[in-house]
């Protein structure tokens, strides 16, 4: 295998300047570096970091060294080490003069040999180590570096910018090997493998990607799930009192007990069931938390989690947080519906848990009372567990919400999980739980208490008094929502997207395709840059990507006002091609 | 069903504490068990939060002001300087940034050091990371770093070493002194580890001592995270912001962590950590000289009732107790006795211990009282122990 058909940069700027004098050199100017892993930077080619992570090949998911995409262009480290095909970017490299004053200090282990340049193609390095498979971008970066030195030694240093590059373990020391014939030096490498293999499924999320262009571009924000308007004030006089009357301290790691009750009546009058406040009820920071807290809490390592995709994607990292295997069962346009043939050639006896969302983000479909129950049958019969995501339960406009929990011999064997934010437009309070029965319960508390130990105790007085809100608060707000729907609808259509129909939550999915652009994300950055939307493309919530490029989402969790700004630029500046 | 729980939660138990705290509740006893303050927190910091409610700062959000008053923080007190950019993580209070960091770092079968006594919240976190907790025991009656054993502590598989010298985690109130914490960072750099730190009680230290952290000493702070939070200092346990601070890297692996766990700190709270982290220099002394007070009043009150308080704490809340010399009671029954008698309520020594490491009689023979209580409370208590203890 020839090295010199392979360069490898990992670094962070910092690391390097302070950490060089721990590689033994030769000679003076005898520095190279490695990067693995800006594979999907470099071939798209374009300008949009989120574009280039999309519209190139992938490393395939089941790699050991599952790779993301760099930060924000204006990242220092990046700008230094980002090598693409585009014109645009410079490479620097730390400076030559740098590089000489590096002395000799510390001792080889091994004798050193002048090792050679490495640079071009890496993805030949890649092939080789068996990572990735169809990586079809290849690029030269010989005439980068051609204005430093030609014979370099190796820093071998890894290091991660500031978001979301992580190696495994397996990865680096499958490159460590490569390059130890060549002088590596070992111990920088070793000093900088301290990230855990289970990020190697995190990525940066598309959301902060969009905002971070949308703020470039002054574009109105439909893409992010939470409302630029307020919560209500009862609400929040509610936690400006429990302040005031000092309920600042720790509340019971289960939550306070005039909440657990107020989520004990609510969900009796939404199901009919009467559960226990003490014992199958916890109040957790958000959904999110619910979340995190049943999955570390129930699922074993190994275990298989059936998902439906496209899945809000923190499910996804989540699981690969418990170590669990993912399988993905599509929901289709137009109406989304659950194969239920796919569902059963997917539950095995490995089978541990079901996750539904329901209503559901993004498709705004709510699954209906024969969907549940094939899928209660599939789970009584395989011994399999459910964990329902409700959140968006009191925005379910087309059709009645039903919880899963409610069907004949369910209850035993769901987690259902809620929260404030999205009813009560306070998604910063982080007040969410999850209703289980007490043998679940116990799994999730025990997770619960050492990821949070308890939640914001003001908020939770708060949560108390918004739960027992009358009827007519839930009416208004849905006819706020239905409003704002129609609103964002009705210009998507005029606009000439091919609008799918949304049952609930806020969101609404549609086809961009009439407007020709490749993919979801290209489609994503072209309507910020030239008509100044946001949408989130929603490849990412699919385990396959290719099954969502066709497709973005809008919300219209915002004022009239800004809806009806976004429809305006729309049916102005969009153009069917 | 039980079946369906994971492993790793049916490793661990029900807290021995919240059986005592029910017991204290039913007697209506003094709380000197729990680590939280029953006196209000200052108003200026309400006020922000109050402030931040109606002022509709209650979405998702981040607060990048929160990082910048903590990067100035650390430079002026431990001369560190970290970006405010990317080197924070604001979490769910100290308990989360924990989490969030040991779910980052340690991966299936990396061990991790604890010293004893110690609380259980970090072997729990471990465990279900898949790590695996190694206790150091520290040495009675003082609680000093035993070289030693800490050495030999070490494997191929250590990750990381925990230290919760300003934490509740540590029921001792030791502190460990600059020569100790050198011989730690040496083996951190030596074995190639991670230090983290529980940093809760930072500004809440005694005497002479000084709060250090072990980033400051040399090449530590690439291979330090340090997890702090606003409970302690600004007395709002109830709140849940806290942070995680480390090396670039490393805060953003705990970054996607924490986004997974919870996405977001409560917001408005975020808004008055500004506030508070901008308390004027007297809000610290203040806060610190109100402490020692309380602390040697309950000092006085143990000692003069037959406690054997061997160590002075230096920093936290709490005073380890050895019972009296005369008491042969275990320290579950004494503390037992203490709340149904003399309506106070403790808590036992023998949840910090673990393994065998410690001499099994030994192990039961403290008892831990809190003093962040106001001084009613703790004259109140006072009056009650001298009643009812060394008669």
Redesign the interface.
Same mark, same amino acid.
């Given at each position: 295998m020839d090295l010199r058909a392979t360069r490898v940069v990992i670094s &962070?700027r910092?690391a390097l300047e302070?950490k060089v004098n721990h590689v033994s050199f030769t000679e003076p100017h005898r520095i190279s570096v490695f990067h693995v892993g800006l594979v999907e930077a470099a071939a798209a080619g374009s300008e949009g970091w989120a574009g280039r992570a999309r519209s190139m090949p992938r490393l395939r998911r089941d790699s050991p060294a599952y790779l993301t995409p760099p930060p924000s262009p204006n990242h220092e480290m990046l700008s230094s080490f980002c090598f693409c095909r585009s014109a645009t970017r410079r490479f620097s490299y730390p400076s030559a003069a740098r590089m000489a004053a590096v002395s000799t200090a510390s001792e080889a282990k091994e004798p050193q040999q002048p090792p050679p340049v490495l640079f071009g193609h890496y993805s030949g390095l890649m092939a080789q180590l068996g990572l990735c498979s169809n990586l079809t971008a290849q690029f030269d970066l010989s005439h980068h570096i051609s204005n430093y030195q030609p014979d370099c030694s190796f820093i071998g240093f890894l %290091?991660? /910018? &500031?978001? !979301?590059t992580?190696f495994s373990?397996k990865t680096l020391y499958a490159v460590w090997a490569l390059l130890r014939p060549y002088g590596t030096a070992w111990?920088m490498l070793? &000093? $900088?493998i =301290?990230?855990?293999?289970?990020?190697d499924k995190?990525k940066t999320?598309i959301f902060t990607q969009m905002s971070m262009l949308a703020v470039k571009h002054g574009a109105i924000n439909l893409g992010q799930g939470?409302?630029?308007f +307020?919560?209500p004030d009862f609400v929040?006089e509610a936690?400006?009192q429990a302040?005031?009357d %000092?309920?600042?301290? $720790?509340?019971r790691g289960c939550g306070v007990p005039d909440l657990n009750s107020a989520i004990v009546d609510r969900f009796h009058k939404d199901t009919g069931l009467h559960i226990d406040p003490e014992k199958e009820v916890t109040v957790t920071?958000?959904c999110?938390?619910a979340i995190?807290a049943a999955m570390?809490?129930?699922?074993?390592?190994g275990d298989e989690v059936i998902l439906f995709a496209p899945f809000y994607d @923190?499910y996804e990292? =989540?699981l690969s !947080?418990? +170590?669990a295997k993912i399988k993905a069962i599509t929901l289709r346009p137009p109406d989304f519906a659950v194969s239920v043939d796919e569902l059963k050639s997917a539950v095995s006896k490995n089978t541990?848990a079901i996750l539904i969302n329901t209503p559901h983000n993004p498709t705004g479909k709510m699954f209906t009372r024969a969907e549940l129950e094939q899928i209660a049958s599939l789970c009584i019969e395989n011994d399999v567990?459910v964990f329902a995501d409700e959140v968006y339960d009191k925005l379910a406009f087309e059709a009645e919400h039903i919880s899963i929990a409610s069907l004949p011999g369910m209850y035993?064997?769901t987690v259902t999980m809620n929260s404030l934010g999205k009813t009560f #437009?306070?998604? %910063? *309070?982080?007040i969410g739980w999850a209703i289980a029965?007490p /043998?679940?319960t *116990?799994?999730l508390r025990?997770?619960h &208490?050492?990821?949070?130990? #308890?939640? @914001?105790?003001?908020?939770q007085w708060a949560a108390s008094v918004a739960l027992r809100a009358p009827d007519t608060y839930y009416e208004e707000l849905k006819r706020d929502y239905l409003a704002k729907k129609a609103i964002l609808v009705e210009g998507l259509k005029a606009a000439g997207f091919i609008v799918y129909p949304s049952s609930g939550t806020y969101f609404v999915m549609v086809d961009h395709t009439p407007f020709g652009c490749e993919n979801d994300i290209d489609f994503c950055e072209y309507l910020i840059k030239e008509v100044g939307v946001v949408a989130i493309p929603t490849s990412v919530f699919y385990l396959n990507p290719e099954e969502g490029k066709n497709l973005v989402r809008f919300t219209f969790c915002k004022d009239e006002e800004t809806l009806r700004a976004a429809v305006e630029r729309m049916k102005e500046r969009l153009h069917k091609s | 069903m039980e079946a369906k729980l994971s492993k790793a939660s049916r490793a661990l138990n029900a807290s021995p504490i919240q059986e005592i705290s029910h017991l204290a509740q039913r007697c209506g006893a003094i709380n000197l068990a729990e680590g939280f303050p029953d006196f209000p927190a200052p108003p200026h910091v309400k006020h922000a939060a109050v402030a931040a409610i109606a002022a509709d700062l209650n979405q998702y959000r981040h607060v990048q002001g929160i990082c910048d008053l903590l990067a100035v923080k650390m430079k002026q007190n431990h001369v560190l300087d970290f970006d405010p950019l990317t080197d924070f993580v604001i979490c769910c209070g100290q308990s989360e940034a924990f989490a969030a960091t040991i779910l980052a770092t340690i991966d299936q079968g990396d061990e991790v050091l604890i010293f004893d006594p110690a609380y259980e919240t970090y072997e729990s976190c471990i465990i279900l990371a898949g790590g695996i907790p190694v206790y150091v025991p520290l040495d009675p009656p003082y609680w000093t770093l035993n070289v030693d054993k800490f050495m030999r502590s070490f494997t191929g598989r250590t990750k990381a070493v925990v230290l919760n010298s300003y934490s509740p985690h540590n029921p001792t109130g030791k502190v460990f002194s600059k020569e100790e914490l050198e011989v730690i960072a040496a083996a951190c750099c030596q074995m190639d580890c991670l230090a983290i730190t529980d940093e809760v009680y930072e500004y809440i230290t005694f005497d002479t001592h000084k709060h250090l952290s072990i980033a400051s000493l040399p090449m530590m702070k690439e291979r330090t995270i340090i997890t702090s939070s606003l409970s302690k200092t600004f007395s709002v346990t109830g709140w849940r912001i806290g942070w995680a601070c480390a090396p670039t890297a490393i805060a953003s692996a705990i970054r996607n962590i924490h986004i997974k766990v919870t996405d977001s700190a409560p917001a408005p709270f975020q808004e008055a950590a500004l506030a508070a982290l901008q308390s004027p220099p007297e809000y610290f002394s203040s806060l610190k000289a109100d402490y020692v007070a309380k602390r040697n009043f309950l000092i006085k009150m143990l000692s003069e009732v037959g406690f054997q308080v061997h160590n002075k704490p230096q920093g936290s809340v709490f005073i380890f107790a050895e019972l009296p010399k005369t008491c042969l009671l275990s320290d579950i029954d004494f503390v037992k006795e203490l709340i149904e008698k003399a309506g106070v309520a403790a808590v036992p020594g023998r949840g910090f211990f673990h393994g065998d490491c410690n001499d099994q009689t030994q192990q039961s023979r403290y008892v831990r009282f809190a003093f962040c209580k106001s001084n009613d409370t703790l004259s109140a208590a006072d009056q009650k122990m001298r009643s009812c203890v060394g008669k």
């Open positions: &962070s910092d302070k %290091g991660t /910018h &500031s978001t !979301m992580y373990s111990p070793k &000093s $900088y =301290t990230v855990a293999k289970r990020l995190f999320t939470f409302p630029n +307020d919560g929040k936690a400006i302040i005031r %000092g309920k600042n301290q $720790y509340a920071s958000g999110t938390e995190a570390l809490g129930l699922i074993n390592p @923190s990292a =989540t !947080m418990a +170590d541990r567990l035993e064997r #437009s306070l998604t %910063g *309070w982080k029965p /043998h679940l *116990w799994g025990q997770a &208490s050492f990821l949070t130990f #308890s939640t @914001s105790t003001p908020m | -």
